[in-house]
Every structure is written in structure tokens, then in C-alpha cells.
């Protein structure tokens, strides 16, 4: 498990108008991601928060530049992506991966990704932020775009 050695975030995220965009599949693992999220915005300050659901993981980021064109600071991707027996999980992880940071670069609104691509449902569960899960990976999402956030706001441009 990869969650030894992750930084410590504290942000300052008042003010922030943050969606959260969330797949639909995998309800248990979506619940935990979604909650872990939502803690992480309170704890951050954030009160201007508004959830969309998304289909599918594949269509994360189309709604996430719509959000980012609709004004919000900060975007939450979340999505759940499971190894199948077929290619799929490469070319709808390939996609969903490019397509969020595609969304961030073109538009300059950081994007939190927290989308698990996991070999096995368990893996998932592992990573959802429910009660007996080792990561939290919706709150890590969440508390890294805030930082991209602060950060990128406090820039003083070029002239």
C-alpha cells in the first residue's frame, strides 16, 4: 500500500468554490470517497461546495471542465476503475487520467484526482476512507487540489 509517506496538507481553503464530481459506480467505495472529500473541504474552511455525479469515470473530466468553465476555484475528481478481464480498464483509466489533466492544464483550475484504478474491489475498499481503511484517498484528493489552489492563487503573474 502506498499511503506511508504522504505529506501532511493544511490549507486554508475559505473562500474556495470547490465541486466535487463523483462517479456513480461502486456506491460503497463512491460513499467513502465522497465522505473523505467532504471532511477534508470542512476541515479546509470550504462552505461553497456543490456535488455532480458523473455516469462513469470516463466522463470525470468532461464534466469537470464544464465545472471549471462554470466558475469553481478547485475540482474534485472522484472515480473507481476495476482491473476486468478485458482491456477496458486500461483505455477508460488511459482516458479518464488524460482527460482530467488535459482539463487542468487548458483551464488552469487545479483538479483533485481521485480516481482508484485498483486490480481487485478489496483494493478499492482499501483505499475509500471507510471506517477500517487504511487510506483515505478521497481526503488526499480533496486537501492537493486546495494546495495546488492557495498555491497557484498566491502567484504574482508576469508583466
Given at each position: 500500500?502506498?499511503?506511508?509517506?504522504?505529506?501532511?496538507?493544511?490549507?486554508?481553503?475559505?473562500?474556495?468554490?470547490?465541486?466535487?464530481?463523483?462517479?456513480?459506480?461502486?456506491?460503497?467505495?463512491?460513499?467513502?470517497?465522497?465522505?473523505?472529500?467532504?471532511?477534508?473541504?470542512?476541515?479546509?474552511?470550504?462552505?461553497?461546495?456543490?456535488?455532480?455525479?458523473?455516469?462513469?469515470?470516463f466522463?470525470?473530466?468532461?464534466?469537470?471542465?464544464?465545472?471549471?468553465?462554470?466558475?469553481?476555484?478547485?475540482?474534485?475528481?472522484?472515480?473507481?476503475?476495476?482491473?476486468?478481464?478485458?482491456?477496458?480498464?486500461?483505455?477508460?483509466?488511459?482516458?479518464?487520467?488524460d482527460?482530467l489533466?488535459?482539463?487542468?492544464?487548458?483551464?488552469?483550475?487545479?483538479?483533485g484526482?481521485?480516481l482508484?484504478?485498483?486490480?481487485?474491489?478489496?483494493?478499492?475498499?482499501?483505499?475509500?476512507?471507510?471506517?477500517?481503511?487504511?487510506?483515505?484517498?478521497?481526503?488526499?484528493?480533496?486537501?492537493?487540489?486546495?494546495?495546488?489552489?492557495?498555491t497557484?492563487?498566491g502567484?504574482?503573474?508576469?508583466?
Amino acid at each position: 500500500m502506498a499511503g506511508h509517506g504522504a505529506p501532511e496538507i493544511t490549507v486554508d481553503g475559505s473562500g474556495a468554490k470547490v465541486a466535487v464530481v463523483a462517479s456513480s459506480w461502486h456506491t460503497v467505495v463512491m460513499d467513502g470517497l465522497i465522505a473523505g472529500t467532504d471532511r477534508a473541504l470542512k476541515e479546509a474552511g470550504v462552505t461553497d461546495t456543490t456535488l455532480l455525479r458523473a455516469p462513469g469515470s470516463f466522463e470525470l473530466p468532461i464534466i469537470a471542465q464544464a465545472c471549471a468553465n462554470a466558475g469553481y476555484d478547485v475540482v474534485v475528481a472522484l472515480g473507481v476503475i476495476i482491473r476486468g478481464g478485458t482491456p477496458h480498464f486500461e483505455y477508460v483509466s488511459a482516458a479518464t487520467t488524460d482527460g482530467l489533466s488535459r482539463v487542468a492544464l487548458d483551464t488552469g483550475v487545479p483538479i483533485g484526482f481521485g480516481l482508484l484504478t485498483c486490480d481487485t474491489e478489496q483494493q478499492a475498499l482499501d483505499r475509500a476512507g471507510l471506517p477500517g481503511s487504511p487510506e483515505d484517498k478521497g481526503r488526499e484528493a480533496a486537501e492537493a487540489a486546495l494546495s495546488a489552489w492557495a498555491t497557484v492563487r498566491g502567484l504574482t503573474p508576469r508583466r
